[in-house]
Every structure is written in C-alpha cells, then in structure tokens.
C-alpha cells in the first residue's frame, strides 16, 4: 500500500487583508483551493510560521505590519514561498519596494476576479519550479558533501591497510614476532569496518529519498525490535554490554517495515556505539493514548546540551572525544527522523555527558 503525498491535496492559499470584504470575495473567487484568512501582517506571519502554506496574497497597506513587511518576513524563513501582491496604490517606490523584497506577482485593486484565479494558478506553478530548482540545488550540494564525506571515511583504513601491506612486503615484519600477528588483527577489523561502510552505502542507496512515500503493511514491533538486536553487528561486537526489554504487547501496526526498521536500527546501534565495552541498553514499547512510545536507554556516554539540536542534521557526528575519527557517515539519525516525521510520528534526545542518552520515539497506532 503506498501513502500519498502532500502534493495530491488541496493547495492552501493564505489572503491577507483589513477588509473582510476583500477577503471573502477572495475565498469565493478560490472555491477550489483551501483558504485561510488574516487581517494583518502579524497574524500572517503567526500562521505561516504553523506551516503548510502555497501562496499568499497580501494587501500592501495594514495595520500592525504591511504586506512589504510580511514579503520579507517570510521570504526569509521560506524563500521559495510565492507572494502575491494586490494594491491599489501605484507608486513606484511601492512596486520597487516590493520587488526588492522578492515579490512574484502583482494584483491591481479593484480586484478582478478572473484574473485573481489566473495569478494563483499561475503562482502555484512558479512555486513548483522554484522548488524543484531549491531541490536540484540541495541535492548538488549533497553529492558534493557526501562524496567528501566517502572519501574521508574509506581513505583512513584504506591507507593503514596499505602501509602494513608495504611494510611486509618488504620484509618489515617478521610473521613470527607478536606485534605481526597482532597488526594482522587490526588488519582484520579495518577491514571489518570497509565492509561495514560498504554495506552501510548500500542501505543509503534503497532508502535514501525519503519522498517516494510509504509502502506499508501490517508489522509487530515486538518481533522487530529483537530481529534487529541479532543482525546488528555494533551489539554483536559488544559482549559486555547488557541488553533488556520491556515490550509491552502492542497490535501489528500499518508501517513502511524497511524504513521503520532502519529508524530503529540506527538509534539502537548509537546506544551500542557510544556505550564502551560495559554498559546497559534498555528497550521498551509503551501503548500511550493513540499511539505507541518506543525508549532506548542506554549508559553510555551521553551528549552535551549545545550538540543535542545539531544531532539530527546531514552529516553531524557527535565527537565528544575530538579525534575527527567517528565512525559512519553522519546521516542515520537525519533520515530516521524523516521517516517517523513520514508515519506522522516524532524522535526526541534526552541526555547529559556522562549519564547516557534516552531517546523516545512515538508512532501512532494506524491499525488496518
């Protein structure tokens, strides 16, 4: 079953205008659209900042803040945001104004009420062009960072296996001395972590666009959860930390398995990951008013309060210890949050340096 997207819904139009009058005769003229109201530049803003606005046609003079104002508000929390602006004045310095601030379109007053559909529909297709350019730009910026990012993860092992290959080569170490047979083991766990990074590019690859919407089916996380203790290798190659459940039975859940699982997958192996040797990792699944709460515990060693809004960007790792060697790519958590913000789920991080990190996430109980 694949969920569709924001996109196969009604287009959401925001008119901002003193008069209630202009305002209404918009929402008619815009049957087709859902539309919100505001009568000011203030109340705009509080709205748009709520999210899930297309365009907004504006009045130029307000009370409390103007529509010149509320353009450059909001171009600067969304700049591919379209701004439609209707005035009746014809000053110069105003269209200037407003042009300066990135206006996309202007309406005279009296308002013609074809024309006023025509600007909308013909907005809605600019803001689509402006996101695709928006996208195609990050996306760019993306590759440029990530093969970076590629580069620098695979050239440290890559290089230490090289030299101690040289090395015996060229007679360098003697296969009978200790220190030759305990370099061949660290060998073996560079090695070990290549054909982690491979794997970890090929999961990258399968779920990567988090836009291609949501292939559910019906899954029970209380058999989840184990599956991905014994498949994870971060657990299996720490013995010494302990590891308990509380999974309180739950129905099977309408979810995308893949993406879930990966979700899960890299918030249990960061519990593993920065635990040490020793240490504990608690799982439990709570039933909590209409939806479900999944906590991992762990005593490792914790994330200070200036990192912890940083933790769920692109390639952001937490490296408390400062060595610039952490392991991974620094993208698991931002796509787990992508896609529990796709089930209309949330991920939140408690944690203190040295007292260990808690993170929930919730998940609502979408039972078929």
């Known amino acids: 079953m694949l969920l569709a997207g924001r996109d196969q819904q009604p287009k959401t139009i925001m008119i901002v205008d003193d008069e209630a009058i202009i305002r ?55 700049p591919t945001i379209v701004v439609v602006i209707m005035t009746g004045f014809a000053e110069k310095e105003i269209i200037l104004n407003a042009l300066k601030a990135d206006a996309d379109d202007f309406i005279t007053k009296p308002l013609n009420l074809l024309q006023l559909k025509t600007a909308v529909d013909k907005s809605l297709v600019k ?115 302990t590891a308990s459940f509380d999974l309180e039975q739950l129905p099977p859940l309408l979810i995308d398995r893949e993406k879930i699982t990966f979700a899960l997958r890299q918030v249990i192996d960061n519990a593993y990951k920065f635990s040490g040797q020793e240490g504990t990792v608690l799982v439990s699944i709570k039933k909590s008013g209409g939806g479900c709460k999944i906590i991992v515990e762990d005593s490792g060693i914790g994330i200070s309060r200036e990192e912890l809004p940083k933790i769920f960007e692109k390639f952001y790792q937490v490296d408390s210890s400062l060595t610039g060697q952490i392991r991974g790519f620094g993208l698991g958590l931002y796509y787990a949050k992508e896609f529990i913000r796709l089930h209309n789920g949330s991920i939140t991080v408690d944690s203190e340096p040295g007292r260990g990190t808690k993170v929930t996430i919730t998940l609502p109980l979408q039972e078929s």
């Open 127 to 241: 803001k689509a062009l402006k996101e695709e350019i928006a996208n195609l730009k990050s996306l760019d910026r993306f590759k440029t960072n990530f093969l970076s990012i590629i580069s620098h993860k695979f050239r440290t092992p890559i290089t230490t296996i090289s030299l101690f290959l040289q090395n015996f080569a060229g007679g360098v170490y003697d296969p009978e001395d200790a220190t030759f047979r305990n370099n061949v083991g660290l060998i073996y766990e560079e090695a070990k972590y290549l054909e982690r990074l491979v794997a970890d590019l090929l999961t990258f690859s399968r779920v990567m666009d988090a836009n291609e919407g949501l292939n559910l089916d019906m899954c029970e996380l209380n058999k989840l959860i184990p599956k991905i203790f014994t498949e994870s290798q971060e657990v299996t190659g720490k013995s010494g930390i």
């Open 24 to 78: 209404d005769l918009c929402r008619r003229a815009l049957k087709d659209y859902r539309v919100v109201e505001a009568a000011d530049g203030e109340e705009a803003l509080a709205l748009f900042e709520m999210g899930g606005i297309d365009v907004i046609l504006t009045d130029v003079m307000m009370p409390k803040m103007g529509g010149i104002e509320l353009l450059r508000r909001v171009k600067e929390i969304e």
